[in-house]
């Protein structure tokens, strides 16, 4: 970001990237005015056909253009239309005061030979350079979401930004990890304010201190590296008081999940949340390896087929390939899907092997495939499900408005499971902290029926341990 003039309003010259990435940015830059230069209106003419989300995008953008200049003559427009708030609905916190303006006439662009030919990117720069001259009285910024674009403007001494509005955190750093380790000094301090009991075999403690102020619902709370003290906040009946009940330990070969063990603690927590019907909604960040699918997988199918709390497994993720695209798949929806699950089958090869021979192995086999379906993200607007355990794999890679409509097709008795690694996104203009996965991390932490953790340790192999590390 670059270092504004405190004393000067801007004008905010928007790239047509920053449109099709978030169309509400129109009503997000509070009391500084936007202008929108000609060609980004035909850009964004030329990319409103398709059912893509850049395509719905960049029609929502038209709408509210087209609601803003509602009953505006020539003589309005020229002077600047106010940014209405109650054009976009919900979801705006500060109404905006600024206006909007549009480029109503020819402006005298002047680059350098560097910088030939009329590419849309040139034409932007060129606009925001003529503006500098003719709106003295407003500092002129660029935002866009193409970094070689910012790079040009730099070069030319033209001030630019990208758009960080839709920004969860400043750093993924601070992402809410939902484990706290209790300091060694912890129970000496607290001695006095512990209450403890039992209830149905589970054993509760009650916790008082200035810092559980800092604690979340369904939070995981550990003590010691050997599995001394770990617990999951259940309650906060204030600010500076917890309820938290020990949890499971599923590295016990006698607590296994469908034949799987925990292997650290973090995936300790992970079953117990997993495996806990009253967290609709898990989700578990981590690197290769970690082993988010086999304990998501394994936590599905003991419910679903032990303990019959849900109807099937759905299983998803995002059709993003990490080379080049092969071209169209033949066959059903659950066919073309296949390619992209090789995740689940690997995983299924491992929560399939019974002791006997290969009877016994193919009854299995088509037991459990019975009750997996998968599922393409394309067909799931509109929909409803009742009684699923439904699996998101590679959820970084969706935007914060995809993941919204994906989390509400929830209906009762259902439970979602978001896997992800916000580390490894492929999809454009999207990051660590504007990536959908991150963005549903940081809103769902005070929900006291969702739970999160990021899984550390990677358990896959020495070799692919060492490869993460160090490649």
């Not at 010691?224 to 008081?241: C, H, L, N, Q, Y």
Request: aromatic share 8%.
């Amino acid at each position: 970001m670059i270092r504004r003039k405190n004393d000067k309003p801007c004008l905010f010259v928007l790239d047509t990237n920053v449109l099709m990435h978030d169309p509400t940015c129109l009503f997000r830059f509070q009391e500084h005015d936007i202008f929108i230069p000609m060609v980004v209106l035909e850009e964004l003419d030329r990319a409103k056909k398709g059912v893509s989300e850049v395509a719905r995008n960049v029609r929502q953008a038209s709408r509210f253009f087209d609601q803003l200049m509602c009953h505006a003559d020539k003589s309005e427009i020229d002077a600047g239309l106010p940014l209405a708030p109650a054009s976009v609905g919900g979801g705006i916190t500060h109404p905006p005061t600024g206006r909007l303006f549009f480029q109503t006439e020819p402006l005298e662009i002047h680059l350098p030979d560097s910088l030939p030919g009329a590419t849309p990117d040139n034409t932007i720069l060129g606009i925001a350079q003529s503006l500098r001259t003719k709106r003295t009285d407003r500092q002129v910024i660029i935002v866009s979401k193409d970094i070689n674009l910012r790079i040009k403007a730099a070069v030319l001494g033209i001030p630019a930004e990208d758009y960080s509005n839709d920004q969860v955190l400043e750093d993924a750093d601070l992402l809410y990890t939902g484990l706290e380790i209790l300091t060694p000094d912890f129970w000496e301090h607290h001695a006095r304010a512990i209450e403890s009991w039992q209830e149905q075999g589970r054993t509760f403690y009650r916790i008082s201190g200035p810092e559980i102020v800092g604690w979340y619902s369904a939070q995981c709370i550990a003590y010691g590296e050997e599995g001394e003290f770990e617990a999951m906040v259940r309650d906060k009946p204030s600010p500076t008081e917890a309820i938290v009940e020990l949890v499971e330990n599923y590295r016990l070969p006698r607590h296994s999940v469908w034949g799987i063990n925990a292997r650290n603690r973090e995936q300790n927590f992970a079953l117990n949340m997993l495996m806990n019907p009253e967290l609709d909604f898990v989700t578990l960040l981590g690197g290769a390896g970690t082993g988010k699918t086999l304990l998501a997988l394994a936590a599905g199918l003991a419910q679903v087929l032990e303990r019959n709390l849900y109807r099937e497994i759905i299983m998803t993720r995002v059709t993003v390939p990490v080379g080049e695209d092969i071209g169209f798949l033949p066959g059903t929806e659950e066919e073309k899907m296949t390619p992209w699950m090789g995740a689940l089958m690997d995983n299924l090869e491992v929560l399939t092997r019974p002791e006997g021979g290969d009877w016994e192995r193919a009854a299995t086999n088509d037991l459990v495939r019975n009750r997996i379906r998968i599922s393409s993200l394309n067909f799931m607007r509109g929909r409803t499900f009742l009684n699923k355990y439904i699996i998101l794999d590679e959820a970084q890679n969706l935007t914060p408005k995809q993941m919204k409509t994906l989390i509400t097709r929830a209906g009762p008795g259902t439970k979602f499971v978001c896997l992800g690694n916000i580390s490894q996104i492929d999809t454009p203009y999207l990051t660590e902290t504007t990536s959908g996965l991150t963005y549903v991390v940081d809103r769902f932490k005070h929900w006291p029926h969702s739970g999160h953790i990021t899984l550390i340790r990677g358990e896959r192999s020495r070799l692919a341990d060492f490869a993460s590390q160090e490649l």
